[in-house]
Each structure stands twice: as structure tokens, then as C-alpha cells.
């Protein structure tokens, strides 16, 4: 289930270049303030979780040193789950208390204007995708975490692996059939890196085109959930370019 938020924002000042964990942080306060169990769960609880938000949409936006304007009222992102009562909790939260409808960043302050739930896609066996936030994947080298770039083998590889764990976790059962993954750099002819601070350190993720060929069950999996690592944290959101 995907839905897209809408924002009010009065352009008295800038919007901070870093604000993925500020928006996180305020997606679980909107839970918590409808259903304090279920927040602390889905916080508490040390595997994937299983929802993904989009990179913040800015219209017309113009750059300085201290962020980002823009002369456009209206800011977006889309966020998705697998799971109703995620969205269902989310909505609650944020229709039932004034305040939380407020997604302050920094001394930016954006006020909730709509929420639109987006038609469900039914997916094929093999689909296009273009990435709404940097996608991240990383392994341990030297007891250190080394961001992998889309050029290494082994960033499509964690990727399937990815994919197949959030598939048991959605579904209750393993999947067993291949899975492909490879970048459509005829779509998109670079890949762009970002290097995005979260708390006191990086996140380094690749916006990259890919396209993807498997069941249409695990196409809606990478679709919902995200794909690769740190979805939560709104990284790996993807949309689909077309059907192949």
C-alpha cells in the first residue's frame, strides 16, 4: 500500500539538506501518539522494518548555504508498507492529534495538507524501476561498514538477498524461484551518489535505475518494503518506469 503526504510549507526558512532521520522520527511519533504498543514494537524490534518513504519532493526549490527554498507552498514524499495496519496507524496518528500534523525540520515547519492513497500496480514478471531515494547496500570489510557502489557484482547480489528475507517476512514463506537484478543504464546513463547524514554518520546510497525480473508476488515485495538496506530511514524506495 503506498501512500503520498502533502505539505503546507510557508517558506519562511530553509529546508536542511539532511532531514531523512528527522522525517523518520516523526513517522514513529504519528504511530506512537495513535498506538504506543505498536510504535514500540515496530521501534524496539531489530529486524527489517517493513515500510519505506521517498526522498522529499521540493518544486522550484533554489540552494544556500543554509538549505533548501522554494516558492512553491506544496512539499511531498510518498511513504509505503505491505502491511494495512502500518499506513492505518500512521493515518490515525496524524488526523487525530493537531500537532503531529506538523513535520518540523529544523525551523522548518510543514503542515500536513493531504494524504492520497495511490492505486495498488499489478506487476508482471519483469518491470522497470527508477529509485525515490538512494538505494543502499553495504558489507564489513576490516571490521568497518563499506558502502557498496552499483559497479560491484556484490551490490545486486545483497540486494536479492534482501529482497528474498523481506519476501519470508511478507509472505511466511521462502521464495525459490531467481531472481534478476541489473541497472538500465540506457534509461539513465549515470548513477548519482549520495552521501547523507543520519545522526552522526553517512549513509552512502546510488540512485540507479533497474530492472527487475521475477514473480509478480516478489515485485510487489521490492515495490511495498523498499529495496536494499535502511528503508526506514528512507532510503531504497522505488516506482516503476514500465513493463518490459
Known sequence: MRIKLVFHYDGNNPIPFNRKYAISSWIYRCIRFYNKDYSEMLHFDRDIKLFVFSDLYIPKYRVSKEGIFTSENDVSFYLSSPRSEFISNLVKGLLNDIDKNTLTLRS???????????????????????????????????????????????FYENLKTNLRKKYLMVHGKQYKKNIEIEPIYEKFPRKIKYSIEIKKGHVIGFKIPLKITASNKLLETAYDCGIGEKNSQGFGMLDVYGKV
Not at 570489510?141 to 552499483?150: E, M, N, R, T, W
Open 108 to 154: 522548518a515547519l510543514l503542515k500536513i495538507k493531504s494524504i492520497e492513497t495511490l492505486r495498488s500496480i499489478e506487476f508482471t514478471d519483469s518491470t522497470m524501476f527508477k529509485a525515490l531515494s538512494p538505494i543502499v547496500t553495504s558489507t564489513f570489510k576490516d571490521g568497518k561498514i563499506l558502502y557498496l557502489s552499483p559497479d560491484k557484482e556484490k
